[in-house]
C-alpha cells in the first residue's frame, strides 16, 4: 500500500518512447513515422515529437496482449482493435514490448489493489460530461469527454466505449470561452498550433488531407458547436469545473492521504479519493461522494479536498488524521458481510443501496454495549469529548447520544460546552460538525419513500411533457419551443423518470423526488411552452418541463409536490404555489444553528412550515421592515425582518436559493398601482404614504404653503418613480429633498390611484354624505361610509386625515388651515377637477371631526401631540445639523467598520439606548456575545479622529440627532473595557489626578486656529469636576497628592463633558494616548480640549475615572439580557404646516391647475 504514490500524477511518468513505423489504418502498406510516448496510464502517438497532443491514445488498461509480428514489427491488442508497429531493430522491438508488456502487467496489479475494475473498460472516473459537439468548419461530430480534469476527444461514440480516443488535453492549460455565435465556444491552450485538429483532419476525412484542413483551421479559430445555446452553456460549465479541478491545490489532500486507510475510498475502495463526508469524517471516492449527497445533508456533509479549500481548516485536517477512514470503518462497517460490499466497480444502485444501509439505517455498525439506553449514552458522551478519545464519541454519536444533550450542569449544558471546557478542541469540531446529523435507525423504511425520516407518499402519475436540458444555472432567457423535446415522464415510487417514448424500457434520465428542492412555477407563456415548471435538485440542476394545457400542467406540479412533500409541510400544496421548497432557515430563539424548513411562495405571502414549533404566520413580503442579502458570495443570507420576527434564508445551495432570492425579492415589490398592491406598513398603509407623511411631519413643520406649492416637476417625477419601484429602500433625507417635492409626489401618487383612495364605487356616496345637514348624522354616516372601505383604503384614509389634522395644528405658522387643505386635498382625494366644492366640504369634515369620525381616544391623541411636540422641538435644537433622516429615524449603524457591506439601517424609537442598539446590531448579523467581548455602541468623528464608546444606558435618539456630517456610528468591540474595569475594581478612590499635557481650542467646534502647542498641566478630577492647575506648587509626601497652585486655571463640571478618544494628527498631539474633550455650553456653545497622557494604562485609567463620575460607578451593565426584544413599535405621526399667503381663489386655481390634467405637469420634463 505504501508504494502507492501519494498525490495525483497529473502526468504520469513517461516509460519509453521514441520513433516507431506504424501500420496506417485501412490495411495500406505504407508505413507512416510516428513518435510514440508510453506512460504507466496511456500508450500514444504523435506527428513529431514537438507535438503536445497526439493522434491516438490508448489505454493501457484496454491492452490485452502485446505480440510479435514478423520482421521488426508488433501488435498491441485491445479487445476490438489491434495496432501495429516497426521498430528499427529486433532489440528495440524487444524493448518495446516489454515495456508495454510490464506497463500492463503493473496496470492490471494496481486495478486488482483497488479491488480493479474489469480490463477493457475505459478508467474508472465516471465523465463528468459527455457528448457529441460539431467541430465548427467540419460535418462530422467529435465525441468529447470531460473527465476530472481532462477533456478528451474521441472520433465517435463507439469508439469512446472502446476507451481509445484521439487526445485529451489537460485542462490546467486549457481556457474556454464563448464565441460570438449562440452554440459555439472555443477551447484553447497555450500551444500556438493546436495539433490534434491535423489529427482529427486525418482520422475524420479518412483520406489524407492535412494540408487543406491546415489551410482550413489557420484561418478560422478552432472550436466546437454545440446542439443548442442551452447545451453550449452546460459544455462550458463542464470544461470550467476541469479547469477548476485542474487548477485545485493537492496540499488538503496529500496531508489527509498521509494516514494510509484515507488513500482509499471508505466505501468503495477506490483509490486516491478526494471527497470526505466532514460530520461522518471518511474520505470518499468522487461517485460515493454523488451517492452520499444524495443521502441529505442530514446524513452526510459532503466536501472536497481538493476544492473547498475554505472548509479545511487545521482543526479538521487533524481531524481526519486522528479518526479518517481507519475509526470511521471500524465503527461504521464493522459487519458488513462480504456480499454487501462494494467495489470501485459497484454499479450507482448498488453504491446507493450499500451507503444507505451503511449510513442512514447503521445496518453495519459496531454497536456500543450502551446502546438502547438514552440516559447512559448522553452520560457517557458528556464524559468522551472531556477526553481525546475521538473514536468514542463517534461511537456514541453513531449509537443515538444526543449531541445536544443535557450535562446536567447549566454552567456547561452541552456537550460541546464540557469539550470546549476540557480544551479538547477536535472533540469540539467534530461535535460542530454532527450538531445537526441524523441518528441512524435500522427501523426507517427505504430510501425512495422518505426524505429526513419523513415518509414521503407515493404518488403515481404519467404523461407526455416537453423537456429541455437540465441547467446549472437559472434560466435568464427565454427557452425557445425548439429547445424542447416531447419525452414520456413517469412519476413512481419518488421516482420521476423520463423516457424517449411511452415504450422505451430505460430511461433517458431520472429524478429522484428525495432530491427535489424546488418547485417553481414560472408565469404562463414565459418559454416557448405557454406553461411551465422547473424542477430544482440537491445537485443544483434545474430542469424545465412545458405542456400546452394549463390543467395538465397543473396536475404534474401538485403529483409531484406531493413526491417531494412531506405530510408536516403539506398543508403548503393547498392553494396554487409560485414556488415551493426547502430551505436552511434560522429564526426565533434557536439561531444557533440552521434548520430545514419548507416554504411557499404565493403571491407576496411566503408561507412556512418548521420542523419544531407551531404552524407559523405567513410572512407579508410587501409588508416586511427589511428585506436584504447579507454575507459574501459565498455564504449569503437573505434576511427578512416583519414586526417581531426575523427569518434567514441561507443560500446553502447556489441554485435553488439565487431562484427564491428573485422571487421573493420581485414578490415583496410593489405589484401595481392600486394601493392594496403597494408595499405595506406596519398598520396597512402603503410604505409610499408613511415615507412622505413621516417626512413632511418631521421636516415640513417650517414649510410655507405646504401641501399648496407645487415641487419642482422633475424631482417629483423621479421620486415619485422611485417610491413606486421600491419604497422602503427609500430613505428621504433633509437637504436632497425639498418637502414639496414630497408633497406633490404624495399628491400625485394619491390623485394616480386608479381606484381612487375613497373607491369608485363609493366615491358618490361620500361625496352626498358631505350634503347632509345635520353634523352629528353626517358624522355617524362618514363613520358608516368608513368601515364599507378596503382594509388598506381604511387605513390609508385615516393616516392622512390624522396627518392633515396635526398640519392644521399649525396653520397659524404655516397658514395651511383645514379649509386650505380641504381645498388642496379634495379634488386628490375625489380625483374632481378641483371646481367640485362637495370633494373639499369632505375632506375639511374629516379633519374637523377627525376625533369623532375615526373614534381617536385621548390617549392616542395626546401622544400624536407629543410626538409633534417633540419633533419641533428637535427641529428648532438640531437645525443645523442637516443629517437626520426623516420617516422613521432610520440611522446607519455600522458593523465593526465604516464600509457598505457592513451597515445596517436601524429604526431609532426614542427610548432606545445605546446597549438596545448595540445588541439589536448583534441580533440583526447573528453575532453572538462571548465572555469579555464588550460589545459597544461608538460615536465616530471622522474630522476629530476620534471616536467615543457611548455609555449603555445612553439615550441615542439625541445623539443621532447631535451627530455631524463627518460622523457615524458603530458598534465594535470595546478592546479596553476590561482593563478599565480591572482598573477601577481595584481603585475605590474618588478622584484621579495627574499631570497630562494640554491644548486648548477655544474656537467652536474647531473652525477657528489652533493656537499654540501641548502643555504640561496638572489636573484632578473628581465626582464633580475636573479641574486644570498650571503649576504644581509642592509635594506633600503623606498623601502623595502634589499641592496645587490654590485657584485651578480651568475648571468643568463632570458630567457636562463629551469624552472622546484620539486627538487629531494634525495638532501633533506629543503621544498617541490622547482624548478630546468636548464641553457644550448652556448656550450651546462648544469648546474642545485635547489632552495627551504618557501611557496607554494612563489613558485608560483616566478615561475609566470619567466614565465612573460621569454614570455614579455603573460603567458596563452586570448582565446584558440577550433576550430577543421586539423593536418598539414607531408610531406613525402627525405633521407640519406654514404659512400660506394668498388669496383662496388664486389657492383654487393653482389647485385647479393642478389636477386638471394630471399628466400634464410631468410632461415635458
Ligand atoms: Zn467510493
Redesign the pocket.
Known amino acids: 500500500m505504501d508504494g502507492l504514490p501519494v498525490g495525483p500524477t497529473p502526468s504520469p511518468p513517461v516509460i519509453k518512447a521514441g520513433w516507431l513505423d506504424k501500420n496506417p489504418p485501412q490495411g495500406s502498406y505504407i508505413y507512416q513515422k510516428r513518435w510514440v510516448r508510453l506512460d504507466t496510464d496511456h500508450l500514444r502517438y504523435f506527428d513529431s515529437n514537438k507535438d503536445a497532443y497526439s493522434k491516438r491514445f490508448v489505454p493501457v488498461a484496454c491492452i490485452s496482449r502485446v505480440a510479435a509480428i514478423g520482421d521488426q514489427k508488433f501488435e498491441v491488442i485491445t479487445n476490438n482493435r489491434t495496432f501495429a508497429f516497426r521498430a528499427e531493430s529486433d532489440a528495440e522491438r524487444k524493448e518495446w514490448m516489454q515495456a508495454l508488456q510490464q506497463a500492463v502487467a503493473e496496470q492490471r496489479a494496481r486495478a486488482r489493489l483497488s479491488s480493479a475494475h474489469p480490463l477493457g473498460v475505459q478508467g474508472s472516473e465516471p465523465p463528468d460530461r459527455a457528448g457529441s459537439l460539431e467541430l465548427r468548419g467540419f460535418k462530422n461530430k467529435l465525441y468529447v469527454a470531460v473527465v476530472g480534469d481532462k477533456v478528451q476527444l474521441y472520433k465517435n461514440l463507439e469508439e469512446y466505449h472502446l476507451g481509445i480516443g484521439i487526445t485529451f488535453i489537460d485542462m490546467s492549460v486549457g481556457n474556454v470561452k464563448e464565441a460570438a455565435d449562440r452554440r459555439g465556444f472555443d477551447l484553447t491552450t497555450p500551444y500556438r498550433i493546436f495539433r490534434p485538429w491535423n489529427a482529427l483532419c486525418a482520422l475524420l476525412s479518412l483520406h489524407t488531407c492535412c494540408s487543406l484542413c491546415l489551410g482550413h483551421l489557420s484561418t478560422s479559430s478552432p472550436g466546437f458547436l454545440a446542439e443548442s445555446e442551452l447545451e453550449k452553456e452546460q459544455w462550458l460549465e463542464a470544461m470550467q469545473r476541469a479547469i477548476a479541478e485542474a487548477l485545485s491545490t493537492w496540499e488538503v489532500a496529500e496531508r489527509i492521504w498521509a494516514m494510509a486507510p484515507n488513500r482509499f ?1 471508505a ?2 475502495g ?1 483509490a486516491q ?1 478526494d471527497w470526505a463526508s466532514i460530520n461522518l469524517c471518511v474520505v ?2 468522487k ?2 461522494a454523488g451517492e452520499h449527497r444524495g443521502l441529505g445533508a442530514g446524513i452526510s456533509k459532503v466536501r472536497s479536498l481538493k476544492m473547498d479549500r475554505k472548509v479545511w481548516t487545521e482543526t479538521l485536517i487533524e481531524l481526519f488524521l486522528q479518526l479518517g477512514n481507519a475509526a470511521g470503518n471500524r465503527f461504521w462497517a464493522a459487519n458488513v458481510p462480504p456480499s454487501e460490499a462494494l467495489q ?1 466497480s459497484s454499479s450507482p444502485g448498488a453504491r446507493r443501496c450499500h451507503l444507505e444501509a451503511k449510513y442512514r439505517e447503521g445496518k453495519y455498525r459496531r454497536y456500543h454495549p450502551l446502546f438502547g439506553n438514552q440516559e447512559e449514552l448522553d452520560k457517557a458522551l458528556c464524559a468522551a469529548v472531556t477526553t481525546s478519545d475521538l473514536a468514542e464519541t463517534q461511537a456514541l454519536l453513531g449509537c443515538g447520544a444526543g449531541v445536544n444533550c443535557f450535562s446536567g450542569d447549566p454552567e456547561v449544558p452541552t456537550p460541546l460546552a464540557l469539550a470546549e471546557q476540557a480544551g479538547q478542541t477536535l472533540q469540539m469540531e467534530f461535535l460542530r460538525n454532527n450538531r445537526t446529523t441524523e441518528v441512524p435507525r435500522l427501523d426507517s423504511v427505504r430510501p425512495p419513500e422518505k426524505h429526513y425520516s419523513v415518509v414521503l407518499p407515493t404518488v403515481s402519475h404519467s404523461g407526455f411533457l416537453y423537456k429541455t436540458a437540465s441547467a446549472g444555472k437559472l434560466l435568464q432567457d427565454r427557452r425557445a419551443r425548439e429547445e424542447f423535446s416531447r419525452r414520456w415522464c413517469v412519476l413512481s415510487d419518488g421516482v420521476l423518470s423520463y423516457y424517449e417514448n411511452e415504450r422505451a424500457v430505460t430511461p433517458n434520465g431520472e429524478i429522484r423526488a428525495s432530491e427535489i428542492v424546488c418547485l417553481a412555477v414560472p408565469t404562463p407563456n414565459t418559454h416557448g411552452f405557454e406553461h411551465t415548471f422547473e424542477v430544482y435538485t440537491e445537485g443544483e440542476r434545474l430542469y424545465l418541463f412545458g405542456l400546452e394545457s394549463a390543467e395538465l400542467a397543473r396536475e404534474w406540479v401538485k403529483c409531484i409536490a406531493k413526491a417531494f412533500v412531506p405530510p408536516p409541510a403539506e398543508d403548503l400544496l393547498a392553494r396554487d404555489f409560485e414556488r415551493l421548497g426547502r430551505l436552511p432557515y434560522k429564526a426565533g430563539l434557536s439561531l444557533q444553528r440552521a434548520q430545514e424548513g419548507w416554504f411557499a411562495l404565493l403571491g407576496s405571502e411566503l408561507h412556512a412550515v418548521f420542523p419544531e414549533g407551531p404552524c407559523e404566520e405567513p410572512l407579508q413580503l410587501r409588508k416586511l421592515q427589511e428585506l436584504s442579502v447579507q454575507g459574501d458570495s459565498e455564504n449569503q443570507v437573505l434576511v427578512l425582518v416583519e414586526r417581531r420576527r426575523t427569518l434567514y434564508i441561507q443560500g446553502e445551495r447556489r441554485l435553488d436559493f439565487t431562484g427564491w432570492l428573485g422571487a421573493i425579492q420581485k414578490a415583496a415589490a410593489s405589484s401595481g398601482d392600486t394601493l392594496s398592491e403597494q408595499q405595506l406598513g406596519d398598520s396597512d398603509i402603503p410604505v409610499i404614504v408613511y415615507r412622505c407623511v413621516d417626512y413632511i411631519t418631521q421636516c415640513g413643520l417650517t414649510s410655507e404653503g405646504i401641501y399648496r406649492k407645487c415641487g419642482q416637476t422633475s424631482k417629483t417625477q423621479r421620486l415619485l418613480e422611485s417610491l413606486r419601484l421600491d419604497a422602503r429602500s427609500v430613505r428621504l433625507k433633509e437637504g436632497e429633498q425639498h418637502v414639496d417635492d414630497v408633497s406633490s409626489a404624495l399628491k400625485r401618487f394619491l390623485r394616480d390611484l386608479p381606484d381612487g383612495l375613497f373607491t369608485r364605487v363609493q366615491r358618490l356616496a361620500w361625496l352626498e354624505a358631505s350634503e347632509i345637514e345635520d353634523e352629528e348624522e353626517k358624522v355617524s354616516r362618514y363613520r358608516e361610509l368608513l368601515v364599507r372601505l378596503p382594509p388598506v383604503n381604511r387605513a390609508t384614509v385615516k393616516a392622512l386625515i390624522s396627518h392633515l389634522y396635526c398640519v392644521q395644528c399649525f396653520s397659524d405658522t404655516n397658514q395651511m388651515n383645514t379649509h386650505n387643505l380641504a381645498i388642496v386635498f379634495g379634488p386628490t382625494l375625489f380625483q374632481t377637477d378641483g371646481q367640485d366644492y362637495k370633494a373639499g366640504r369632505v375632506v375639511e369634515d374629516l379633519i374637523s371631526h377627525y376625533v369623532m369620525v375615526f373614534s381617536v381616544d385621548e390617549e392616542e391623541l395626546r401622544k400624536q401631540r407629543e410626538e409633534i411636540t417633540a419633533i419641533v422641538k428637535m427641529r428648532v435644537a438640531g437645525t443645523a445639523s442637516g443629517t437626520q433622516h426623516a420617516g422613521d429615524f432610520i440611522c446607519t449603524v455600522y458593523l465593526e467598520e465604516k464600509k457598505a457591506e457592513t451597515e445596517q439601517h436601524v429604526k431609532i424609537p426614542a427610548s432606545m439606548t445605546a446597549e438596545e442598539l448595540t445588541l439589536e446590531i448583534l441580533d440583526r448579523r447573528n453575532v453572538g456575545i462571548r465572555e469579555k467581548d464588550y460589545w459597544t455602541c461608538f460615536e465616530v468623528n471622522e474630522r476629530e479622529e476620534a471616536e467615543r464608546p457611548l455609555h449603555f444606558a445612553e439615550k441615542v435618539l439625541p445623539i443621532l440627532h447631535g451627530l455631524g456630517m463627518d460622523s457615524y456610528l458603530v458598534v465594535k468591540k470595546h478592546q479596553s473595557m476590561e482593563a478599565m474595569l480591572l482598573y477601577l475594581a481595584s481603585h475605590v478612590g474618588e478622584t484621579k489626578h495627574g499631570m497630562m499635557k494640554f491644548r486648548e481650542d477655544r474656537s467652536l467646534l474647531g473652525l477657528g486656529l489652533p493656537s499654540g502647542g501641548f502643555h504640561d498641566r496638572y489636573f484632578i478630577l473628581n465626582s464633580s469636576c475636573l479641574r486644570l492647575y498650571k503649576e504644581v506648587r509642592s509635594q506633600r509626601p503623606w498623601s502623595g497628592a502634589p499641592e496645587t497652585s490654590h485657584r485651578p486655571e480651568k475648571e468643568w463640571p463632570v458630567r457636562s463633558l463629551k469624552i472622546y478618544l484620539g486627538v487629531k494628527k494634525k495638532l501633533r498631539p506629543p503621544t498617541c494616548w490622547g482624548f478630546t474633550v468636548v464641553h457644550e455650553t448652556e448656550k450651546h456653545e462648544k469648546q474642545q480640549w485635547y489632552l495627551c497622557c504618557e501611557t496607554q494604562m494612563e489613558l485608560r485609567e483616566w478615561f475609566a475615572t470619567f466614565l465612573f463620575m460621569q454614570h455614579d460607578g455603573l460603567v458596563w451593565p452586570s448582565e446584558p439580557s440577550r433576550v430577543s426584544r421586539a423593536v418598539p413599535e414607531v408610531r406613525l405621526g402627525s405633521v407640519s404646516l406654514i404659512p400660506l399667503r394668498g388669496s383662496e381663489n388664486e389657492m383654487r386655481r393653482s389647485v385647479a391647475a393642478f389636477t386638471a390634467d394630471p399628466l400634464s405637469l410631468l410632461r415635458n420634463v
Open positions: 475510498c466505501d468503495c477506490a479519493p470518499i471516492c461517485r460515493c470501485p
